[in-house]
Nanobody, 127 residues
Framework: QVQLVESGGGLVQAGGSLRLSCAAS????????MGWFRQAPGKEREFVAV???????????YYSGSVKGRFTISRDNLKNTVYLEMNSLKPEDTAIYYC?????????????????WGQGTQVTVSS
């Protein structure tokens, strides 16, 4: 069983930055692909970013078109933590952000392929 705990959300003005963290329990964290998703009020959950897993120094990342160039996903396997650095934030980035883990190292943009989810952290961007 893997537990995921997000932190770092908050209120920020448009153009500002936030860094989300997701701390994971479990000894096999390094082997999991890790993703970030978000859900805005009245909208469906959407993919944000993913980073591959594995015992390697090279990780593959993939971003949704709406955040590419502004957000950066990274991981620290020694700390069992994945990060989402968010820059140039826009009001439309306002949502609850969820961290999720697959049980394989390959990336996926489909939430249904993720086995574990955190409780979410609220990000609010004011105009």
């Amino acid at each position: 069983q893997v537990q995921l705990v997000e932190s770092g959300g908050g209120l920020v003005q448009a153009g500002g930055s936030l860094r989300l963290s997701c701390a994971a329990s479990g000894r096999t964290f390094s082997g999991y692909a890790m993703g970030w998703f978000r859900q805005a009020p009245g909208k469906e959950r959407e993919f944000v970013a993913v980073i591959s897993g594995g015992d390697t120094s090279i990780y593959y990342t993939y971003y949704s078109g709406s955040v590419k160039g502004r957000f950066t996903i990274s991981r620290d396997n020694l700390k069992n933590t994945v990060y989402l650095e968010m820059n140039s934030l826009k009001p439309e980035d306002t949502a609850i952000y969820y961290c999720a883990a697959r049980t394989v190292p390959l990336t996926s943009t489909s939430g249904s392929t993720y086995a574990y989810w955190g409780q979410g952290t609220q990000v609010t961007v004011s105009s």
